[in-house]
């Protein structure tokens, strides 16, 4: 089983586990490096949650999922339909103003990191912000039924660095409020 397959076959589990869970402090730094109005690519939707909010606040978000499950689900909490691709498959020239991919990079082999930032990074228009988060630690492979690659904060930097034209990096860390002993990696990013 890959990790689609998994959100394919637990979605109405995932969603509920996942649909109330505060982002709060994470979406209100993303946001407000945006202006409303701005367009955002919630790269891995899962249940919508991020997007919901980020739709109230005035935004035009773009969801992408690669679970046909998760995206129905998406599209029935925001009333917005997802695409649903894998997302090594965009193929976006300055679109966004902000890409938001809050857990869904961990599910890429490491090996496909560098590539998908410099995708990410083409996909945002100048001065566009991107917000990360993956699982801390120096784990690649299957866990939990799902591929999951973890990264040190310093790692994670040096892969956005490695990438030309990010600027304004802010790195930092924070314990997860629902699963103990898990800390995230989160990063927001400016291109240039």
């Keep these: 089983m890959d990790s689609v397959d998994y959100y394919n076959k637990y979605s109405n589990a995932y969603f509920d ?7 709060s402090e994470k979406l209100d730094r993303f946001m407000e490096m945006l202006d409303s109005g701005d367009t955002v690519l919630d790269l891995g939707c899962g249940s919508g949650r991020d997007s919901k909010v980020m739709l109230d606040n005035n935004f035009e978000v773009t969801l992408l999922d690669a679970s046909s499950e998760l995206a129905e689900l ?3 909490y925001t009333g917005v339909e997802p695409l649903v691709m894998d997302m090594r498959e965009i193929d976006f020239e300055g679109v966004f103003d902000g890409i ?3 857990a869904s990079l961990l599910h ?3 090996d496909d990191m560098p590539d998908m930032l ?4 083409a996909a945002l228009k100048s ?3 991107i917000y990360i988060s993956v699982k801390k630690g120096d784990f690649e ?3 939990q039924e799902r591929f999951y690659a973890d990264y040190e904060p310093e790692e994670l930097r040096k892969l956005i660095e490695d990438v030309n034209g990010f600027t304004d990096i802010d790195i930092w860390t924070n314990d997860d409020a629902h699963v103990e002993n898990q800390t ?3 990063i927001l990013a400016r291109k240039r």
């Design 100 to 102: 938001w991919a809050c």
């Design 108 to 110: 890429l082999p490491k």
């Design 127 to 129: 001065g566009g912000v």
């Design 184 to 186: 995230w990696v989160n």
């Design 17 to 23: 586990s996942t649909v109330e869970i505060d982002m």
């Design 74 to 76: 998406a599209d029935i």
């Design 141 to 143: 492979g299957f866990r």
């Design 118 to 121: 410099n995708k990410l990074h």
